[in-house]
């Protein structure tokens, strides 16, 4: 591979920071960093709580004198993307910022890749979930994981114990008798009144694309691939040699909830957003994200749920969609090496640790996620599932929301069929990966 000159530049940047991330990734990191250089100034932007990253900074100022000059600066979660691509454009933007996965794509140039010879591909693997491996490129690390956020099933025990069902079901051929016999409440006209899952839409179904995602993974497909040159693809259309295609199967399967004249008929487009009508205790089952889990209690603290692991399909893997989130390096940072041992410091286990603790959110290191709270009633359920999360690298996040809506709507409609709406989506995906 040619190297560029800036590239040569910024390796020696980050040479100077080797022995620190050695020493943080091998002993696990963050406690006692006297005797280094001096970090100095690096500003870091997020959407996460100012006040709770204050306190953040508080632990670490304990620990160490890395953080004397960090500041964040919290930024506002609908217009956060656009802000920081002006300023980076500008030259004014930050040394550090937190970047979800499905920006990968939009903000790569933009971002200095860590190299593999100061976090090799071995070490990140062995560290991090599987899904931040989408922070991994042939130029190194662009963002070192900080958080995984893998979606989950919540259930309703009242509604439950009332229809006489025990436990949550652990497959999807579980939920489709549950849907048929057991969860759905229906009026004389027929209309759904209590629903047992909240499937089959896009409009008012919160994490429709990632749901979506998901099934289309369980039934051993996926979204987007790339291959050995690292150029990326659609496999929405692939098929299996017995010529089966998981996008139809997981398309078949999302829309029968949605189909009036099939027995799982569980929704339609008159319900309330799926989070809404869990919240108000109508709705059986809600697939949403661990994060979630803070505003259901505080939007509803008499609701009696639970959680428990998505359903799995028995012949495919055990698989569930998750965000991650890393910190990135932008090109224009005035702190580089700084920037790096702060970000090294946060992803190391103990950082990591009070990171995710403090914010409630889940760990993005294997070491934690091996060893969840015991008291705790439901990270033992988010662990395991952020351990199984995948995701896939997003080309422009309206268009594929638009695709995923189109892909659905237009089956439900029945203005397309289920392979002919697959079709569209494989080609609207290449399109966008050109």
Known sequence: MKITVFQVVILIVFILSAVVAVTFFALGGGRGGGGQE????????????????QRISQVFNENTDDFDGVSYVEKNEATFTD???????????????????????RHRDKIIPIPFDIVSRR????????????????????????????LVLYWNRSIFSNEGVSSPPRFWDEVLVLATDRLNVRDDTGNVSQSAIALGEYQNIDNAKEILSMLIMQAGGGVVASN???????????????????????????????NPIKPVYSWNRGFRSAKEEFLSGSLAMYIGFASELRDIRLRNPNLNFDVAPVPQSRDGGTVTFGNVVGLAIPKNSENINGAARIAISLSSTFGNEVFTDILGLTPARRDLLVAPPSEDLFKKVFFDAALIARAWLDPNIERTNSMFKDMIELTTSGRLRVGEAVGNADSTMESLLR
């Open 228 to 258: 050995e040159a690292g150029e990326l693809f659609s496999q929405l259309n692939i098929r299996f040699q017995n010529g089966i295609s998981p996008a139809e199967s997981a398309l078949r399967l999302y829309t029968d909830f949605a």
């Open 123 to 150: 070490a990140f693997r062995d560290m991090y979930v599987e899904a931040s491996e989408l922070f991994v490129d042939p130029e190194g690390v662009i963002a070192l994981p900080t958080s995984a956020d893998p």
């Open 83 to 105: 802000e920081l691509v002006e300023a980076l454009a500008s030259g004014r933007g930050p040394d550090l910022f937190f970047l979800e996965h499905p920006l990968i794509l």
């Open 38 to 53: 001096e970090v100095g100034r690096v500003e870091i932007w997020g959407t996460y709580d100012q006040g709770a990253f």
